[in-house]
Each structure stands twice: as structure tokens, then as C-alpha cells.
């Protein structure tokens, strides 16, 4: 089956990721890249508020002629008292269907989370930048795969979340979904 494929971003790390998960099930004929702003902070903090982006960037980019919308969104998260790094894809079909999924999550150093919550920075990439010297990383290998020393890019993160979003989609019998 051929698709068309809406994704809130014009980011081509969240774009590679969107489109590798979906072209595991699909055959991708057309993508429509599209910034789309959202009404939470550069940093979300939270899984209700990262899900309300990934949730407003997928409403924002559909359009007529899209099969699937996508929406990814990354922020922080806290158990036990630890930061981690998140990213949520938010699936909806033509027909009005939708899921997500999360990506897996990581440690963010104490004193990065600090520093979003003091306004030192506005978003991960930019205390990043400053650690690493690397501009846009976030649009290249992403902190993870400075972590990682290369090992694991960005966005197989967001290859990750969209795969999970698409398994309630993939299997609509089991979720009550038909």
C-alpha cells in the first residue's frame, strides 16, 4: 500500500526516523514535511505535556491527501528523582484513528535539567551546543549519539516511537479500534 505521509517537523533527523518506521509496513510515496508550533515550551517537561506536542504537531500538519499525520515530540521526564530524555511520535490516520508511542528514554545529566528549569537554556540542544561545540545537533546526531560516543543517532529514537505508535494502528482487532 502507498502512502502519503504528513509529519509535523521539519526536522530531517525526526523526518528519517518518522519515515523509516512507517516504510517497515508501508510503501512511502510522498512526504509532507511542515513546521508546525506548538503550545508547549521549547523543553517540555513531563509526559502529559511531551504528548500534547507530539498530539498538536500531528493535528497541525494534516491536511487533505494525507494517509497518516505524524507528530514527534522530545522532553524530559522524572523518576526517582532522575531527569530522562523522551521522545513521543503521535499517529493519526485519514479516517481519524490515532496512537502513540515512546521512544526508550535515557539519563540527562543533572546539571543540563537544571539549567532548563533555571531558563540558563530554553531547550536541551542549546546546553548541548554548549557542551560540544556542535550547532544543531539535535538536526544531526542528537545527544544521544554524543552519549552514545556514535553508537546510537537520534533518530532511531524517533524511528522507535513511531514504531510503537503504529502497533495499536497495525493491529486495530485487538484495541477495539474496528
Known amino acids: 500500500m502507498s502512502i502519503t505521509l504528513c509529519i509535523g517537523s521539519l526536522n530531517p533527523v525526526k523526518i528519517k526516523g ?3 518506521a512507517f516504510e517497515e509496513f508501508f510503501t512511502v510515496s510522498k512526504i509532507i514535511p511542515k513546521k508546525v508550533p506548538t503550545s508547549v515550551p521549547p523543553q517540555p517537561l513531563g509526559l502529559d505535556e511531551i504528548l500534547k506536542g507530539a498530539l498538536e504537531r500531528a493535528k497541525g500538519c494534516f ?3 494525507c494517509d497518516y499525520a505524524v507528530g514527534v515530540e522530545a522532553g524530559f521526564y522524572v523518576v526517582n528523582d532522575e531527569p530522562f530524555d523522551v521522545e513521543i511520535s503521535y499517529v493519526i490516520e ?3 484513528s490515532y496512537s502513540y508511542g515512546f521512544s ?3 539519563p540527562v545529566p543533572r546539571r543540563f535539567y537544571e539549567w532548563i528549569l533555571t531558563g540558563k537554556y530554553k531547550e536541551l540542544e542549546e546546553a548541548v551546543e ?4 556542535v550547532e544543531r545537533i539535535g538536526e544531526k546526531q542528537g545527544f544521544i549519539g554524543f552519549l552514545t560516543k556514535g553508537r546510537l543517532e537520534r533518530y532511531v529514537l524517533s524511528y522507535a516511537a ?3 505508535a503504529l502497533v ?3 493491529n486495530k482487532e485487538l484495541y477495539g479500534l474496528i
Do not use: C, W
Not at 554548549?130 to 561545540?133: A, D, H, K, S
Open 162 to 164: 513511531t514504531i510503537m
Open 104 to 106: 526508550p528514554s535515557f
Open 63 to 65: 491536511e487533505p491527501g
Open 94 to 96: 485519514k479516517n481519524g
Open 130 to 133: 554548549y557542551l560540544t561545540g
Open 168 to 170: 495499536k494502528l497495525l
Open 18 to 20: 518518522v519515515r523509516a
